[in-house]
């Protein structure tokens, strides 16, 4: 894995740090997997994984913090 791969997945990870306390609230969680070809893939955990509005929460919520943080991030995918 390139030095420059494991930068931006440091960086995910920061930003991932901000958001994780208001799923948390909610009996969710969220896992970074791996970012490839400028690509999040997350896994979404506890109640978050089984929430009707999880695709809500992940592109409208996570995805769009992540790219306005993270101008190279181009999506975010659960996985």
Same mark, same amino acid.
């Given at each position: *894995?390139?030095?420059?791969?494991? &930068? @931006?997945? $440091?960086? %995910?990870?920061? #930003? ?8 948390? *609230?909610?009996?969710?969680?969220? &896992? @970074?997997? $791996?970012? %490839?070809?400028? #690509? ?40």
């Amino acid at each position: *894995m390139t030095e420059k791969v494991m &930068e @931006l997945k $440091d960086r %995910v990870e920061e #930003v991932l740090d901000t958001i994780r306390p208001s799923l948390q *609230m909610d009996g969710g969680d969220i &896992e @970074l997997v $791996d970012v %490839v070809d400028n #690509v999040a893939k997350v896994r979404l955990k506890g109640a978050c994984g089984t929430c009707p509005s999880s695709i809500y929460t992940l592109k409208m919520g996570v995805e769009r913090i992540l790219m306005q943080k993270i101008p190279e991030i181009k999506e975010v995918e659960a996985v």
